[in-house]
């Protein structure tokens, strides 16, 4: 008696290792054309889609920035302990006008759906008061401004290490938070 193996003729179809060898290229390209489906659709939110308009507002932005240092403006934002409101203090030197109205921007620096505008309304003596739509946590650009845009108080607040925040008043620090906030 002969040990001979006995091959069936069978297509190769039937047989384990040629789909266990397609199947690693097979999963590589599904996962490429389900990563270029995601690519495609979601919005990075990373970037503005009128960069080059933000870029020529700079000149005026500067000047809105040299004219809350010129009205002597600095402001204290305040989040309550449940993280439904949040309270500013806004002196000036002593011959300013606090407006009636501020506005109020809450810029996340990689989530754009999560941005917050605020009006805020004078509740007197500098304070103003306004209702969150969501409560801030991590890394928040913040800007702050009259209601006809005539000066403008920039910062970055980091609200899990700091319950308030103090806008700077220097050019320096205000035009680096804002060409920091502009990239996003």
Do not use: C
């Not at 659709?41 to 970037?47: A, E, F, H, K, P």
């Amino acid at each position: 008696m002969k040990n001979t193996p006995t091959y069936q003729n069978k297509p190769w179809y039937r047989f384990p290792w040629p789909w266990m060898l397609m199947a690693g290229p097979f999963i590589v390209i599904v996962a490429g054309v389900v990563t270029a489906y995601l690519a495609i659709r979601s919005n990075d939110g990373l970037v503005d889609e009128d960069y080059y308009k933000q870029g020529l507002a700079i000149n005026q932005t500067t000047a809105h920035i040299q004219n809350a240092i010129r009205l002597g403006l600095r402001a204290e934002l305040q989040q309550n302990d449940d993280g439904t409101r949040i309270r500013i203090l806004l002196h000036g030197n002593p011959s300013t006008v606090l407006p009636e109205v501020l506005k109020l921007r809450l810029a996340h620096p990689t989530r754009a759906g999560v941005d917050q505008n605020l009006i805020m309304r004078a509740d007197g003596a500098g304070s103003y008061s306004g209702k969150l739509s969501g409560r801030l946590d991590h890394r928040w650009h913040v800007t702050l401004e009259d209601e006809k845009s005539e000066w403008r108080l920039v910062g970055d607040w980091m609200v899990v290490n700091d319950k308030s925040l103090q806008l700077p008043v220097e050019l320096n620090a205000a035009l680096s938070t804002y060409s920091s906030d502009k990239g996003r």
